[in-house]
């Protein structure tokens, strides 16, 4: 059982270039998420899809855009890159969304992404 | 918005002794609370999850208490051992959210 898993683990970038994370969960989990982690400021929610077929943005959603591609599957894409968007990338995923459902989130190994 | 704080952002501690992480969260109306470790470059792993109702939860050495009315939550670890060090996170999920809001962790180092 793999848990959550993201792909790549480290990217350096150009600035103005564009790339997608990858994230496959197998638990069967309804909910899936995008956080950032920066030094200093925590986890940030990006964007979030409480099930399939649903996206919606989180508290800095700003230059991404998201892709629930069925159950298993939530691809987060940087259109075209900056400074800014250097960070740590994580992919969790949960059995419910919508303030509902008692279950805790399970986490990926993280994504590094610099951006020159 | 919530907000959540942790202190202190840092902690040593001999092998062997008891030692308490702190959260505290501006917004009482949560659905539960969740403490996560964290490795260095490292992912999140999940260590305890308390719900509204709960007042303490355990894990072996671990033992994680919710006061939702005062807004905090306490992280024991008993008899620390230096494979113990990492960063601590915590993370509170409000009612109607979809959102975990984190803080920025308790850094511990476990000196043997």
């Known amino acids: 059982n793999a848990g959550v898993t993201q792909t790549p683990k480290f990217q350096v970038l150009k600035t103005g270039q564009s790339m997608t994370l990858q994230c496959a969960q197998d638990?069967?989990?309804?909910?899936m998420y995008w956080y950032r982690q920066d030094p200093g400021m925590g986890l940030r929610l990006i964007y979030y899809?409480?099930?399939?077929?649903?996206?919606d943005k989180g508290e800095v959603p700003n230059g991404y855009n998201v892709s629930r591609l069925n159950k298993r599957e939530f691809s987060l894409r940087l259109e075209s890159a900056a400074p800014s968007q250097t960070s740590v990338y994580f992919c969790?995923?949960?059995?419910?969304?919508?303030?509902?459902?008692?279950?805790?989130?399970?986490f990926g190994s993280g994504t590094r992404l610099t951006v020159v | 918005k919530q907000e959540v704080t942790q202190i202190p952002a840092a902690l040593s501690v001999p092998e062997g002794e008891n030692l308490v992480l702190n959260c505290s969260f501006t917004?009482?109306?949560?659905?539960?609370l969740q403490w996560f470790r964290q490795d260095p470059g490292k992912g999140l792993t999940s260590l305890l999850l308390?719900?509204?109702?709960?007042r303490e939860q355990t894990s072996g050495r671990l033992n994680a208490s919710l006061d939702k009315s005062s807004g905090r939550s306490t992280l024991y670890i008993a008899a620390s051992q230096p494979g113990d060090s990492a960063t601590y996170l915590c993370?509170?999920?409000?009612?109607?959210?979809?959102?975990?809001?984190f803080g920025t962790g308790t850094r511990l180092t476990v000196i043997p």
């Open positions: 969790a995923s949960s059995v419910r969304g919508g303030g509902r459902g008692t279950y805790g989130y399970t």
């Open positions: 917004d009482s109306a949560i659905y539960n």
């Open positions: 638990m069967n989990h309804n909910s």
């Open positions: 993370a509170v999920r409000d009612t109607g959210a979809n959102n975990l809001f």
């Open positions: 899809s409480a099930s399939e077929g649903t996206t």
């Open positions: 308390i719900q509204s109702s709960q």
